[in-house]
């Protein structure tokens, strides 16, 4: 997966996919019925309520993208195995099931990608700030437990949304960062903030840019699938 975190290509997909945004959802909305229009909102809003209640008692929850991602392609595998039950199932419904399933394993790359990326930076961050109580072995075990704390954070400040709805008063990733940091030994490590735990832009926002753009492909598949599906049953 280094291709997705080099070069201007996470850039030109997503600008792919964000272009005439408008008229894409214009021309969609003009296929959709009732039915199909009540069943997407269905699916969006139970991931968003899910997403948002498993926030409030899990101290790390699922990326929100990704969680997304898993619920579009859920509500996809639904509304293919109904075609499957009915008998309707042609070419289109399976090549839109296939393209799903590869999307989804794409997102969870990138997820891969970004860890690999986050834990590389504890890395170094530790070792520059260590002190002569820590030795070079530790820094593994100590990056890992900074990573399994923390999680990953592909935009710092994308979850203040959360204050406005569910009375969150802190960001999910900015309190991780904070809860990371007190598991590090006094006296091993300098002069560490919360701060120095995220990413550099320019890896993390490549990253990014292929995590949206996943995540928005998946719906546009799942949109379709089941304006098609209306259409043949």
């Not at 799903?100 to 990326?117: D, G, N, P, S």
Request: proline residues 3%.
């Amino acid at each position: 997966m280094d291709f997705i975190a080099s070069g201007r290509l996470p850039y030109y997909f997503f600008s792919m996919l964000s272009c005439n945004l408008l008229s894409l959802i214009s021309f969609l909305w003009k296929l959709m019925t009732s039915e199909t229009i009540a069943f997407i909102a269905a699916v969006l809003i139970i991931a968003i309520l899910t997403w948002v209640l498993r926030t409030l008692v899990e101290s790390d929850p699922d990326p929100f993208f990704l969680n997304l991602t898993f619920f579009a392609y859920v509500g996809q595998c639904i509304k293919t195995s109904e075609l499957i039950r009915a008998g309707c199932v042609q070419r289109s419904i399976i090549y839109l099931i296939l393209l799903a399933t590869f999307t989804v394993l794409i997102q969870v790359m990138i997820l891969r990608t970004q860890k690999r990326a986050t834990l590389a930076h504890y890395k170094k961050l530790l070792s520059e700030s260590k002190t002569d109580k820590c030795s070079d072995n530790e820094i593994e075990h100590w990056a890992v437990s900074l990573l399994h704390v923390s999680g990953i954070d592909f935009h710092p400040g994308y979850y203040k949304w959360l204050k406005l709805i569910a009375f969150v008063f802190t960001e999910p990733r900015e309190k991780s960062r904070e809860d990371a940091l007190s598991i590090l030994p006094g006296g091993h490590f300098n002069g560490l903030t919360p701060g120095q735990l995220i990413v550099g832009d320019e890896p993390r926002m490549k990253l990014w840019y292929w995590y949206l753009g996943i995540c928005l492909l998946s719906w546009l598949l799942f949109v379709v699938e089941v304006i098609v599906a209306s259409k043949k049953s």
